[in-house]
């Protein structure tokens, strides 16, 4: 088997779990490649020379298995780095919440064990994709978790004209819109009041970011329509995020996402389940009180 390792470059404080997943990795046999900027990180700031086979370029990019080290946003690059290749990713939590990467430090080998036995499961994400007014036909980038439009300044809200399949849905006028995957359900959307949706559902979420009027409300779409989005501004510019990538369009761009023609693979581990998930990190049903007040 070779297994690709992608990590986290900022958070010194990961090196344990990061020598644990070597030295399992190697103690198993197993072919291990580093993707070149995480083993850069190790070797230079975290000053760990680990084992390795291979180092990754942009280029190399064939492997039976991705590992992501980190939290969900390092899930997301790797996602962003496998692209369309059906390779699957395990992500291994070392930052905080991890709903993406909701394998704990302390069950790495008994994780990497089951995955050598073929004990695992292989859930597939739909993922977003983003055109642009000047090149429809060309793809602007791809999102697992989120598009999100938003305002460039701090001042004045936008709006943001609204097509579902070239049928006019509405005028947001609010901070920014975010069109969402029910796998990224959890992630910017949930913290602007969307709802939670399994992540197997066939299922685009628009939600609004701090809207002017309290009647707007997030809506779920089925996931085989086109949302076109034109954005009003008093600037001359407005910001678009694919998963955390931001860059500067100029408000006259006309935006069309839609479902990408692949998917991200994501491995869980047997018994692993969505709900399991969200009752653990959202803390459904504990009771932090002290008894004793």
């Given at each position: 088997m070779k297994i690709a390792v992608f990590g986290n470059t900022y958070r010194k404080e990961t090196l344990e779990q990061v020598k644990i997943l070597?030295?399992?990795?190697?103690?198993?046999?197993?072919?291990?490649?580093?993707?070149?900027?995480?083993?850069?990180?190790?070797?230079?700031?975290?000053?760990?020379?680990?084992?390795?086979d291979e180092i990754i370029g942009e280029s190399n990019v064939v492997f039976d298995l991705a590992l992501s080290i980190g939290g969900d946003g390092?899930?997301?690059?790797?996602?962003?780095?496998?692209?369309?290749?059906n390779i699957p990713i395990l992500g291994i939590n070392t930052?905080?919440?991890?709903?993406?990467?909701?394998?704990?430090?302390?069950?790495?080998?008994?994780?990497?064990?089951?995955?050598?036995?073929s004990r695992y499961s292989i859930e597939k994400r739909s993922v977003l994709q983003l055109c642009i007014h000047q090149k429809e036909s060309?793809?602007?980038?791809?999102?697992?978790?989120?598009?999100a439009v938003s305002k460039q300044d701090s001042s004045s809200m936008i709006t943001i004209?609204?097509?579902?399949?070239?049928?006019?849905?509405?005028?947001?006028?609010?901070?920014?819109?975010?069109?969402s995957t029910p796998?990224?359900?959890?992630?910017?959307?949930?913290?602007?009041?969307?709802?939670?949706?399994?992540?197997?559902?066939?299922?685009?979420?628009i939600s609004a970011v701090a809207p002017h009027?309290?009647?707007?409300r997030p809506l779920v779409l089925p996931d085989d329509v086109q949302i076109e989005l034109s954005v009003e501004s008093r600037s001359s510019c407005f910001l678009i995020s694919l998963d955390g990538r931001s860059a500067v369009m100029d408000k006259h761009t006309k935006l069309f996402i839609k479902k990408a023609p692949f998917h991200i693979c994501v491995l869980k581990r047997e018994g692993h389940t969505f709900f399991n998930t969200l009752r653990t990190k959202l803390m459904w049903g504990a009771d932090?009180?002290?008894?004793s007040v």
């Open positions: 070597f030295r399992v990795l190697k103690e198993r046999n197993i072919f291990v490649a580093v993707e070149k900027s995480f083993y850069d990180f190790m070797t230079e700031e975290l000053c760990f020379n680990p084992d390795v390092t899930f997301l690059k790797t996602a962003s780095f496998i692209g369309d290749k930052g905080r919440l991890g709903f993406l990467a909701d394998i704990s430090g302390d069950e790495i080998e008994p994780t990497i064990d089951e995955i050598l036995q060309e793809t602007y980038g791809y999102a697992l978790n989120e598009i004209h609204t097509k579902i399949d070239d049928v006019f849905l509405n005028d947001y006028q609010s901070d920014g819109l975010i069109v796998t990224g359900s959890t992630a910017y959307s949930m913290s602007v009041g969307g709802p939670l949706v399994l992540p197997q559902s066939k299922n685009l979420i009027s309290l009647n707007v932090k009180r002290n008894s």
